[in-house]
Every structure is written in C-alpha cells, then in structure tokens.
C-alpha cells in the first residue's frame, strides 16, 4: 500500500489542509473510491477504511485508489461543508487551480482520481435515514456494476440536479462509469451499514477483475427507477413519530408513521403506504414542517 | 411550522394608476439585511405617495424570514440555499415551494428588481448585475445610482438562481452581510427610486433627491473585474478601503502568520483601477479572494 499526499494547502491555525490517497496494486484495471466529500458523513469514511484492511491482505490484479475522507476540515469540526467560508466541495467541480480552496480541492480530487471506475459514498444528511443503495444513470455499464455490488437498493435515476458541479457528474463528463452510493444519515456511525457498503465496494472490485474474492453475493431488495419509487410528504408541521424503520417491508396502507402536535401531542397526520414495498428512506430527525419528506417506499424486485 | 405557528412571508402591493408592474425582492438569502433595509425604504416613500403613482410596485422586503430570523444565509434545517431553488416545485418542500410561489408572482412583472446585500466576508460597493448581453437591463441599471454596472457571464450555477428567472432582471447589492451601512442603504434606495422614476412608475416630484446626484456608473463586463486571491493561508489585513482609487502595483494589504504574526504576503492592485470589493473576514486560505478590483479607464483611454 502507498499512503500518498495527492494535495496540501496550508492554513493558518493549524497544519495544513492534507488530502491524503491510499493506493493498492498496480496496472489495469483501475478503480477509485471516495468518501468524505461532505464533511459529518462518517458512514463512507469507515467503509473505506474497512476496505483498506481487507486490500493490505489481497493479491491485486489492477489499481485500487482510496480516498476516505476529503472534507478533514469539516470532519474534524462536524459540518457538511468546508468550513471556513461554508463552501460545499460537492458544488465547486470541475474545481481550478486557482481557484478559492474548494475549487483547488476539487481539481486536485478530479485529477488524483482518474481511473475506469470510479464510486463516490455518502450518507443521507443527518435529518434522514438512507438504506444502502448505490444510485446510478438510467442505462450503461454504471447499472451492472451496481448489481455487483449487491447493496440492498439499486437506484437507476435521471441526473440530480447538482450533478453538473457535483463529482460524479465531473466523473461522467469523462466518460468515466460512476457510481453514487448512499448509506445511512449523516453525523452518525452506523457500524453495520459501513459493513455492507464496504461488503459492496469488495464485491464491485471481484466484478471489475481486481479482486479474486469469493464473496456471498449480496441481497438486493429493490432495483428500481424513479417511478418504482413512492415519495410520502407531511401535509403538517408538528413532531414526527415514525411506526416502521428503513428495510421494512410494508403492505399498501400500513401506517408509516404519525405526525402529532408538539404540544399535548394530538394526532396530526397518520401517514401511510401508498403501495406495497420495502421503507428505503426515513425521516429520523421528529420536527417536521409541512411538505417535508417523510419517508420513501420502493416497490421491491 | 411544526409548533403550530406560521411564518409568513410578505408582499406589499401599491396600487397606482394603469401602468407596469414593477416586482422588488429582498432577503433571498438571511445574511442580507442591507437589502431588506432598502425595501423598507422604498415602501415606506410609496405608503406616503401612493396617490401619484403610474402602475402597480410588489415589494417582498424578505422571502427568507426563518435565515433572517438567526442572521444565517440559507434556509433552515436542511441547509438550503434559497438562491439555487428556482424556479422552485410547487409540491416541494418549504424553500422549493417559496422559489415557485416567488417564481409565479414575478412572472407578468414588467420589471424586476431584486435587492441583496453582500456576502459577510466581503465590503461591496454598490453595484448593478445584469446578464452578459441583457442591453435592456444594463441601460435601466444605468439608472440605479450605482458605481459599477457589472454584466456578467453566467456561472453553472445561473439557472437555479431567481435573477435568472426573470428577463431583464437588475440585481442592486452593496455593503456588508449582517450589516447595515447608512451610505449604502440611502444609495441603493435612492437607486431604486430612481429606477421607478425612469419606468414611469414615480413622478420627479415625489423623489427626496435631484436627479443630477445621481452616480454615473462604470459599466463592465468580467474581463474588467480582476479577482485577487491570496497565495499563502493567514490573517488578511487590508490597508485600503472600498471603492478607493488604485494603480496597478499598489500595495492593497498583506497576509500575516496566524500565530507568529510575521508577514508572509504582500497584496498589490493587479490593474490600475477602484477596490470594488475589500474582504472583511481575515482568516484566509491559499485561493481565498481578497478584493476585485474594477478597471475604469476603457481599452480606448488606457
């Protein structure tokens, strides 16, 4: 393993900003992994590391460049974006040299991860629970290589509307198959979804050729478009109390949750499911304003 | 909201005789009191006169009260910039649904002005943004007794923002975020005026100025508006001040060591021009922008 400095800028304060890549084999076919763009989405950051302890054993037959954390600033103090002018790194590609900090960190990000396959984790923010899933275009090789993967939801959707300053939108403008995988909420450590994301990253490194692992496949639990998913609001403001949990399947109609006055508690909304399906989203955080996602139900595979 | 109350957001409508209707929006983002403060303004003058206006004037003084309410600059709870929601969904959440009603209200406006104040890093002088090539909007602008009319190439970011909604649409800003600056509030709230006046909206005789005070602005475009960014991480200290006078060269400030307080970079003018805007928040990264600097002699002249 090589444990490179890809960039460093310096700050004041404290040591310099280090953006630090862990590299494994060599030659063809190359993968790179990254986590940590946003700052308070630990569940990607000890995925990663997990994967590394798995590769420092493995044999490899090609390159496999991790990155674990790229926002240490905003990990080290919690928040989302980089926190000194509150600039997200997830908007500011294809980046610039020249450019303010999240610019230059976004090119040197761009430029340190040129391989075939390239896979960006993240957590759900810390308001939302996310099952795992690994999001991907509508067609292409992306859709394969997330049914490798095996995470229980594979999401195929139209660009998201950040996508064109985003990384994995960069990464596709390259004509580089990218994968977005989500899992979990942000702010928190989730030990068994770090797990199976990690277990999903080892799998797509077998189906690339890297790895010669005999991994179980994984159990995928929806396999869906934008249309196989069902999107439950709050017609209310009040405190939200969620009766199922993301994973769950539930029939047509079963009672999601309620949402209830703040005060006294009086029942709100009970908010239940339009089809029959498995919970892939939740919204965890109880204060709710009207309009607000709650949860998202998706019709299984 | 959750704990039963509600946040409204507000229009003020003046009623005149027939005429256009003229759209003025403020506090899209909650760390811009200074536009807020210029719409109080202008409401306040159309209140006492609306007997002598031509057309009608919706003033939206903040469509982000919850940010305002803290000083911050987006919406609440899932950290939303307001101004990369537009033109909004009706079925979205709160802020998607603010971008859209916003959206539909201006959308038969015969003009529209939208009001902000600085990003809080930054001191600005008053200053119009138009779109590149938006001759209509540049020639109205002319009008907004500002010192610099900016027409600017849209960014990636240009189609989710509520400027971009609209066409022809005059963005007036200046001064510092979370703060209020006497000069700049009566500038850009005589600008405004001034601009209703010229749209046929306001008579003269209702203006509390005379027309001849108002600032002749430069009118640039990006290849006149040089950024300067810092090299080195450290505490920016500026020697000058916004809108001073500066020759290419000129010494504008320097970066000290954050803890030794040594000098580690001197900050020159890289044309000679006037400090558009100064940054105010010291803390500095390598790429930080410090100042822009506008160039105001024309290519012909210099």
């Given amino acids: 393993m090589r444990d490179r400095v890809v960039y460093q800028l310096s700050a004041p304060y404290r040591e310099p900003y280090t953006l630090r890549a862990l590299e494994f084999g060599s030659g063809g076919p190359t993968v790179a992994i990254v986590a940590g763009l946003h700052g308070n989405e630990l569940n990607g950051v000890h995925a990663l590391n997990l994967v590394a302890s798995a590769l420092r054993m493995a044999r490899l037959n090609g390159t496999v460049t991790l990155i674990p954390v790229v926002n240490t600033f905003g990990l080290d103090q919690g928040t989302k974006r980089w926190p000194i002018d509150d600039n997200d790194i997830n908007q500011a590609f294809p980046g610039d040299p020249q450019g303010s900090a999240v610019q230059r960190i976004a090119f040197a990000l761009l430029e340190a991860t040129q391989a075939e396959v390239c896979v960006d984790v993240h957590s759900g923010s810390p308001l939302v629970d996310e099952i795992c899933q690994a ?10 290589l997330a049914r490798a993967m095996g995470l229980p939801m594979v999401w195929r959707r139209e660009g998201d509307r950040l996508e064109a300053t985003g990384l994995v939108g960069a990464w596709r403008e390259r004509g580089v198959a990218a994968l977005h995988v989500v899992g979990g909420r942000g702010a928190t450590l989730d030990l068994a979804r770090s797990r199976q994301i990690a277990d999903g990253l080892l799998r797509l490194l077998t189906e690339v050729g890297v790895l010669r692992f005999g991994m179980e496949p994984g159990k995928i639990l929806v396999d869906a478009t934008r249309r196989g998913v069902a999107y439950h609001y709050s017609s209310f403001g009040g405190f939200w109390v969620p009766e199922v949990a993301v994973g769950d399947r539930v029939a047509a109609g079963h009672l999601l949750g309620t949402i209830n006055e703040v005060v006294g508690g009086s029942l709100v909304e009970e908010v239940r499911a339009d089809r029959a399906g498995v919970v892939v989203t939740m919204r965890s955080y109880p204060v709710v304003h009207a309009r607000e996602l709650l949860v998202r139900v998706a019709e299984p595979t | 909201m959750p704990t039963g109350d509600a946040v ?48 009608t004037v919706d003033i939206y003084p903040c469509v982000n009260p919850l940010a305002a309410h803290r000083g911050e ?107 209020l600056q006497p000069k700049v509030g009566v500038a850009l709230t005589e600008g405004v005026l001034n601009v209703l006046n010229v749209l046929g909206v306001l008579p003269d005789a209702i203006l509390p100025f005379h027309w001849a005070t108002i600032t002749r602005p430069l009118m640039v475009g990006d290849d006149r508006v040089h950024r300067v960014r810092a090299v080195a991480g450290g505490l920016f200290l500026p020697s000058r001040g916004v809108w001073d006078e500066v020759e290419a060269g000129d010494v504008i400030g320097e ?39 506008v160039v105001t002699a024309t290519q012909e002249s210099a």
């Avoid at chain 2, 256009?20 to 409401?43: F, M, S």
């Avoid at chain 2, 909007?137 to 010192?147: E, F, G, K, P, T």
């Fill in chain 2, 255 to 293: 970066i000290i060591e954050a803890t030794a307080g040594e000098p580690i970079e001197t900050i020159r003018a890289p044309a000679s021009g006037r400090i558009l805007a100064m940054r105010e928040q010291p803390v500095v990264l390598p790429g930080s922008m410090l100042a822009r600097v």
């Fill in chain 2, 73 to 179: 600059r987006y919406w609440p709870f899932f950290s939303q910039d307001l101004n990369r929601c537009f033109p909004g969904r009706l079925e979205g959440h709160a802020p998607d649904r603010v971008a859209y009603t916003l959206t539909e209200e201006v959308r038969d406006a015969a003009q529209v002005i939208e009001l902000r104040g600085a990003n809080p890093a930054f001191s600005e002088a008053p200053q119009a943004h138009v779109r590149a090539r938006d001759t209509q909007a540049a020639d109205l602008a002319r009008h907004a007794n500002v010192n610099v009319v900016w027409a600017r190439q849209p960014g990636p970011a240009a189609g989710s923002t509520f400027a971009w909604q609209h066409p022809n649409t005059l963005v007036l800003e200046g001064g510092t975020g979370n703060r």
């Fill in chain 1, 135 to 144: 999001r991907v275009p509508l067609t292409g090789r992306e859709v394969g």
């Fill in chain 2, 8 to 55: 409204h957001i507000v229009r003020r409508r003046f009623v005149g005789a027939p005429g256009p209707r003229v759209a003025i929006v403020a506090g899209i983002r909650g760390d811009t009191p200074e536009g807020v403060r210029v719409a109080h303004k202008v409401a306040s003058l159309l209140e006492q006169h609306h007997d002598a206006l031509r057309g």
